[in-house]
Nanobody, 124 residues
């Protein structure tokens, strides 16, 4: 069992930055690949970024490449999403999620544990 709690969301102007954090409790975090997803009103939840258990491999959605960075600190049991050059279209609720067996994937259906989400609003 893994419990996830996101923080760091808020209101920011276009071009600004935010850093989201996802604090995990429960089993050894390094056993899980982690992902960030987002869901805008009226839209499907979509993949944003993923990172392997060790942090050595990452993958970003095309829409955020060059602007967002995913990282993790297993000693602190925390995963981060650094978001720079934010755009109004980045506005969404952002969720972190954990997938067992270090199976890094873009598929939301594979993720077993989810946080409650944190709102990110980017004004133009």
């Amino acid at each position: 069992q893994v419990q996830l709690v996101e923080s760091g969301g808020g209101l920011v102007q276009a071009g600004g930055s935010l850093r989201l954090s996802c604090a995990a409790s429960g089993r050894t975090l390094s056993s899980y690949a982690m992902g960030w997803f987002r869901q805008a009103p009226g839209k499907e939840r979509e993949f944003v970024a993923a990172i392997s258990g060790s942090g050595g491999t990452t993958y970003l959605a095309d829409s955020v490449k060059g602007r967002f960075t995913i990282s993790r600190d297993n000693a602190k049991r925390t995963v981060y999403l650094q978001m720079n050059s934010l755009k109004p279209e980045d506005t969404a609720v952002y969720y972190c999620a954990a997938v067992p067996y270090n199976s890094m994937t873009m598929s939301k259906d594979a993720y077993k544990y989810w946080g409650q989400g944190t709102q990110v609003t980017v004004s133009s």
